[in-house]
């Protein structure tokens, strides 16, 4: 069954699929969350941001220069996501680390999908499977930047000790690069372990919608994962690292936040 959503009054669809938002911020009001300013705020920037990169995509899907404007995409991606990362660490020494790890778990997946043959080598499912990457990748760099700075200073007078002790920085701080690696990851895994049970991925959704056979959908959906899975722990534990050791001066002192 094919169904044309441009030939609908696009404000009633929209007005519908904000409905369980409007609870939502309903529920945030009556129990006092304070979550329903950024809740509507988060719905705007979404239909803004998704709306443009449609008309982006439409605009390069015609454009004799999509093989020239499809890096110049991934690229922006990687480097928004950095930025991102960088102002939530707020030290500039995970900006190269961040973005290295971010761009080889890019080409990683770009080379294993493509390089395979799982997805035709062209430039719109180049930019959607580094989206789809960078997408999962940046909550987890996120999660870890924000628990290694929690924990820095939560635990300082601890750390301080260790260090009084004549223990280093990279054995003082190991179980904080743990601990912010595991609880940043978490997630991913248990979305891994719950795929198929109570969660249909998007990918594979997405490729049954399109008349792809259920077992070669699941098997493309599999390569994704495990991709995803991969880099989110990579890059992950590589911005725990660099942060928890940024954290230190030559000296090994701990530096003030």
């Known amino acids: 069954m094919e169904t044309d959503i441009l030939n609908l009054n696009p404000f009633v669809v929209l007005a519908a699929s904000l409905s369980l938002v409007v609870v939502a911020m309903a529920v945030s009001w009556w129990l006092g969350l304070g979550v329903g300013r950024s809740i509507a705020w988060a719905s705007a920037r979404a239909a803004v941001q998704l709306i443009a990169v449609g008309v982006l995509l439409a605009v390069l899907i015609d454009s004799a220069w999509e093989w020239l404007l499809a890096p110049v995409w991934i690229v922006a991606m990687i480097v928004i996501a950095t930025n991102v990362v ?3 660490a707020k030290r500039s020494a995970v900006r190269v680390p961040v973005a290295v790890a971010i761009a080889a778990s890019v080409a990683l997946a770009l080379a294993v999908v493509f390089g395979l043959g799982i997805l035709p080598p062209e430039p719109i499912e180049m930019i959607v499977i580094a989206g789809i990457t960078i997408g999962n990748t940046l ?3 996120v999660v870890a930047t924000d628990q290694v700075r929690r924990q820095l200073t939560e635990g300082r007078p601890a750390i301080e000790g260790l260090l009084a002790l004549g223990i280093g920085a990279n054995r003082s701080t190991r179980y904080i690069v743990a601990e912010s690696t595991r609880v940043a990851i978490m997630p991913q895994i248990e979305r891994t372990k719950v795929v198929g049970l109570i969660a249909l991925p998007g990918a594979f959704t997405g490729l049954l ?3 792809v056979p259920p077992l070669e959908a699941a098997i493309v ?3 994704v994962m495990y991709l ?3 880099s989110v722990a990579v890059s992950a ?3 725990a690292f660099v942060m928890a050791r940024s ?3 030559p000296d090994q002192r701990l530096a003030e936040a």
């Open 247 to 249: 954290a230190f001066t």
């Open 228 to 230: 995803v899975l991969g």
């Open 209 to 211: 919608i399109a008349g």
């Open 221 to 223: 959906q599999l390569v």
């Open 139 to 141: 909550p987890a760099t």
């Open 86 to 88: 960088e102002r939530r």
């Open 237 to 239: 534990s590589v911005v």
